[in-house]
């Protein structure tokens, strides 16, 4: 089997494909041109399609995955803002987004080729709409902002029709003073909900309420969040300037991640599956500005791309502890954006 690594290049408008090689190394593949700031990727359900938002243009760009691991252009969605995070539903029908300076969601229709299709529905929420992702059963979305809105908004999903609709009985969560949650990360058995605060840096766990699946969806109650632990992404004593990113669950369900942008590292949880508690096990040193990362579908490989350094470094994954040992560095351009494994 073949992981690849596709990488967004902002300023190079470029999305680069890598070949993740065994010994950790990236063997660069080819370019895609992808003009007007590619950003957040994503993947569609079935492997078939990749999504990229195309900040400094406002579209949505669908490319076809072909047989090399290269991308085909299948066409562009032209958008009233800019989408900072997309995510396909998990029926592969419906691609949603957030938008950072409009303060609101999305969601399009995606039609039988892969493309993006028309828009049904744009709820506002508030600014700085940072993340949009809904649960494995479907039904629900959530949406986190930070400062000053400081709130996660909760949302009911209908993938019979792409709408989202305010959830009841609490349609926005706030969070715990100064926290700013920025994106989540559910637990594997859906039970727990973890955040990277993005100004307070550290990483909040909720319980995740839900009704139960086999409820009739039209008279479903709604869904919950409740905190019951914030633990800092910092050393004791470090008084720089500092703001999490994003946050990854490492495929055990075992180890959580957060990146640090300030102190330039990745913070490492221990993850108690039973009660969602964790516990901070250290930090690995990274490169400067670590806004995006993320974990090879085997657990063995982290990656982290280095905003400031243009510079992506891979660390080994400890399978016991989930500590990360550095393997190689490589330039990879001008302000990688994301990181997103396919394996073929």
Known sequence: MTTLVYITLAADDLIRTYDLLDDGRLRHRQ????????????????????????????????????????LRLLGKRSLDA??????????????????YGAGKAKVHRIEPDGSVGLETCSPSTAARAHCIETDDSNRFALVPHPLDANSI??????????????????????????????????????????????DASSVTAYHFDKPS???????????????????SSLPEGFSGANTCAQIHLHPTGRTLYVSNRGHESIAIYAVDPESGLLELRGWQSTEAVPRVFNIDPTGRFLLAAGQGTGVVSTYSIDAGNGLLSPLRSVEVGNRPMWVLFRQT
């Not at 800019?82 to 998990?90: E, G, Q, S, T």
């Not at 926290?179 to 594997?188: A, Y």
């Not at 699946?213 to 633990?231: K, M, V, Y």
């Open 31 to 70: 370019n895609t041109a992808a003009a007007a700031g590619p950003s957040a990727l994503a993947s569609a359900p079935d492997g078939r399609t990749l999504y990229c938002s195309l900040r400094a243009s406002n579209e949505l760009a669908a490319y076809r995955f072909e047989p090399d691991g290269g």
């Open 213 to 231: 699946e086999s409820q009739d969806q039209s008279a479903q109650s709604g869904c919950g969040l409740r905190p019951f632990q914030t633990l």
């Open 82 to 99: 800019d989408a900072c995070y997309v995510a396909p539903d998990r029926s592969g029908r419906f691609l949603l987004s957030a938008y």
């Open 153 to 198: 908004f909760l949302f009911e999903f209908n993938e019979r029709n792409g709408q989202l609709t305010p959830n009841q009985p609490a349609h926005q969560v706030v969070a715990a003073e100064g926290l700013g949650p920025r994106h989540f990360v559910f637990s594997l058995d859906q039970q727990f909900v973890y955040t990277s605060n993005e």
